[in-house]
């Protein structure tokens, strides 16, 4: 009965000090947390999920703000952890520029995490780009894992197609300018630029692909329906052919058997695949690999929308000629 | 006519109407029936003409805002128009809102299983099924004595934790989660009375839009301390949560909380997340006391740095609450994760990571002293990781711990083969040695089998 009495004073007194310290902790943190609600600054803050959103939105901001990446250049966006250091980016940002067709839902948690409603779905800092595009390879039938890791909404690669760009700026542009109506004419100026820019270059890669028109081309990933369709050049397979699942045997030999009937010359690798199973493929139908970055900054000089697509068109349309 | 043809010809009249009579009468209940039936039938095809015309209207309202380049009305909105009460089934089914009532044909259709979508049906949140299976072979004298890694189950495979997760927005201020889990429990006195633990692991609400940048939730969780305390059984690294958790803390580690915690991400260049909590004390082994009037309150302080391929995370932690036997009890933890990630594909990746805990807990004296005695124990354990492509990764861990009030302590060594078929489907292989002193005095060997599945819908990985 003693040792009971004595360890209840001692606790009390404890619990006491306890209390003491926890308030102090909770105003500290308090006070810490307040310049959060600092006044937003005149540039913008913009927050793109994946490396080609970022390049664009890069294009359409200029000087008027900061636009960061949530991804690393070169990383492959299937496979994402959530870092910490993402946490940040999304508390910074004013406006977030999504995909839209859940190659970036990994930024949903993130979102959650960071403290920053605004940037919740479904809220008016959030453009998702992808909104009025006309979304290719859509699933129609029930979708489960038994189609491997796949995007029931459509295939999200729709930047690879420059026909896209006119209405995922407008809607870049438009996400803004809801946040930041005094800048619309500016970005609107930059917008028109950038789809000049962009017009002009089409013209050359359509060029430089004509001589490849209708040419049948296979990929590792499903990332290139939408530049097949821009560049004329003909899907014949894909030999990851359930995303995110290794092929089985069976399926590439019937895809090498075609390979060989339509005389197929590239096989396309995204840089962060391996390149093992793709080069067992192309040596037995007589093609070769070809890695190319599939979003801008993955190598040094492809940081912009442009430069990007030069890159891969010189590089493919070199494989395809040779 | 003579008398008795009289007679008979009466007869013959009674007879004959005594016959035409119910007929009669029968003919007029048919009749009745019939103009019944037909009544019904009016009222059925107006109802149906009025459910038809309200689906065309719908149908109509659709079409000229997607024609308009709008996004169709949320479907409560069109509803809402055609009928007043779209909550209940029958208003909804008219305004074609909800699927129609499956005919005898329908149900003798062969049917999918679960799917993540399909065409024209929405589901408004995410559902996912985690199953962990593990097999824990070791000797005839550990399954004897119920002292190896998973006390009670050696030498059997059995279903530590299969899951149903359920998650998403409640509306677009907070997100909810709720997970059930079903385990086999270690076996008691007799062999055959194994059972499935079926419980509610977690049910909370995350509040988003709270002011100061704070995120709250509440309910039932999985408390933020120290590093690998958050990650649930079947994400685990290794197969076995460490000794040291396990010691601290029980097989679970420190779960199934209920109370309320806020966490910050501080305005600053890096990351630095304060997370603090107040909670029951629900926690058998550590914190039991299962009272707001003597809480577990909780803390973790939690920075990451990343240079390029490089990152590093570091979290302080601390828990101080009561013992089911009322004495004070706080345990401090540090932890340390380092990662590098190659760029380009990826991989391969190497892992580093490490915790240390330390427990301050008072408890009863031993037999002929008075008072309490104060008890300060520590443990810890590193691991290194190297996944050599999505597929392939091997490991090692060792684990050092003291027993929180015990005199004892243990270490272990736990080399492991991990091989992930898909994103959805993991094997691993691990051995564990294992050599105790004091009250868990004993020298262990044992193999874990490890298969875990995830259907449907799956939570980001984590740092």
């Keep these: 009965m003693d040792r009971a009495k004595c360890g209840y004073t001692r606790n009390r007194a404890a619990d006491r000090s306890l209390v003491r310290t926890l308030t102090t902790a909770a105003l500290v943190l308090l006070a810490a947390a307040l310049p959060a609600r600092a006044p937003a600054q005149a540039r913008l803050k913009v927050l793109a999920t994946l490396p080609d959103l970022w390049a664009i939105t890069r294009a359409l901001v200029g000087d008027l703000g900061d636009v960061q990446v949530a991804t690393r250049p070169g990383q492959n966006p299937h496979d994402l952890e959530i870092r910490p250091s993402q946490i940040l980016l999304v508390k910074r940002a004013e406006i977030l520029v999504r995909n839209g067709l859940d190659e970036d839902a990994w930024i949903d948690p993130v979102i959650e995490s960071s403290g920053n409603p605004r940037l919740l779905r479904g809220a008016p800092s959030v453009v998702e780009a992808v909104r009025g595009v006309d979304v290719l390879k859509v699933r129609t039938g029930p979708v489960d894992r038994s189609l491997g890791d796949v995007h029931p909404g459509g295939n999200p690669h729709f930047t690879l197609d420059p026909g896209t760009l006119p209405v995922v700026t407008a809607n870049i542009v438009a996400g803004l300018g809801r946040l930041r109506p005094d800048l619309v004419e500016r970005l609107e100026q930059n917008r028109r630029r950038f789809l000049d820019e962009v017009a002009a270059a089409t013209r050359r890669w359509i060029e430089a692909l004509a001589p490849h028109r209708g040419a049948g081309v296979v990929s590792y990933h499903d990332s290139w329906p939408y530049f097949y369709r821009a560049f004329g050049l003909e899907e014949v397979g894909v030999i990851e052919d359930r995303p995110g699942v290794p092929p089985s045997p069976q399926h590439l030999a019937g895809l090498i058997r075609q390979m060989r009937e339509r005389r197929v010359k590239v096989v396309l690798v995204e840089s962060w695949y391996p390149t093992d199973t793709p080069a067992a493929v192309a040596r037995a139908a007589g093609a070769r690999v070809l890695v190319i970055p599939q979003s801008p900054g993955a190598v040094k000089g492809t940081e912009t929308y442009i430069a990007h697509l030069d890159a891969v068109i010189g590089a493919l349309s070199r494989a395809l000629a040779e | ?463």
Aim: charged share 25%; with cysteine; glycine share 10%.
């Design chain 2, 1 to 463: 006519m003579p008398r008795p043809a009289r007679r008979l010809f009466t007869m013959l009249v009674i007879v004959v109407l005594s016959c035409i009579a119910p007929l009669g009468f029968a003919l007029a209940d048919d009749a009745d029936a019939l103009r019944r039936e037909l009544q019904q039938l009016r009222e059925q095809l107006a109802t149906l003409t009025q459910s038809y015309e309200q689906r065309l209207k719908v149908l109509g309202n659709r079409l000229e805002q997607l024609e308009r380049g709008r996004a169709p009305a949320p479907a409560s909105a069109a509803g809402t128009a055609a009928t007043p009460a779209v909550s209940t089934p029958t208003a909804a089914t008219e305004a074609g809102l909800a699927p129609d009532v499956p005919t005898l044909a329908d149900l003798a259709r062969p049917r999918q299983p679960f799917a993540l979508a399909q065409p024209g049906r929405v589901l408004l949140f995410d559902i996912g099924v985690g199953g962990d299976f593990v097999a824990d072979v070791t000797s005839a004298t550990r399954e004897r004595r119920h002292d190896g890694t998973f006390a009670g189950r050696e030498n059997r495979l059995f279903p530590r934790e299969v899951e149903l997760g359920l998650f998403g927005r409640v509306d677009p201020y907070a997100s909810a989660v709720v997970r059930i889990s079903a385990g086999e429990e270690p076996a008691g006195v007799e062999p055959s009375s194994r059972e499935l633990d079926v419980r509610l692991d977690e049910a909370n609400v995350t509040l988003l839009s709270l002011p100061l940048g704070t995120t709250a939730r509440f309910g039932l969780m999985r408390p933020r301390f120290g590093t690998l305390n958050t990650v649930h059984q079947d994400d685990l690294p290794q197969v076995d949560r460490p000794n040291v958790l396990t010691r601290f803390f029980g097989e679970e580690g420190l779960d199934g909380e209920r109370g309320v915690e806020a966490f910050w991400v501080l305005p600053l260049s890096t990351y630095h997340e304060l997370a603090l909590g107040v909670f029951d004390g629900d926690n058998e082994v550590a914190f039991g006391r299962g009272s707001l009037r003597d809480p577990l309150v909780l803390g973790r302080w939690r920075t990451f740095w990343e240079l390029d391929e490089h990152g590093l995370q570091l979290d302080v932690s601390a828990a101080t609450g009561f013992t089911s036997d009322d004495h004070r009890n706080t345990v401090v933890g540090v932890g340390a994760k380092y990662k590098w990630i190659a760029t380009g594909s990826g991989f391969p990746v190497f892992t580093l990571a490490g915790e240390a805990l330390a427990g301050f807990r008072r408890a009863d004296a031993a037999a002929g002293e008075t008072g309490d005695r104060r008890f300060e124990r520590w443990g810890g354990y590193l691991y290194g990781q190297y996944d050599l492509d999505r597929r392939w990764a091997v490991g090692l861990r060792g684990d050092w711990t003291e027993l929180p009030v015990a005199r004892g302590r243990e270490w272990a060594l736990s080399p492991y083969v991990q091989f992930k078929p898909s994103e959805f489907l993991r094997f691993r292989v691990q051995y564990k040695h294992t050599e105790g002193r004091g009250a868990v005095e004993r020298t262990a060997d044992e193999l874990f089998l490890q298969g875990s599945f995830i259907l449907g819908a799956h939570p980001t990985e984590r740092f």
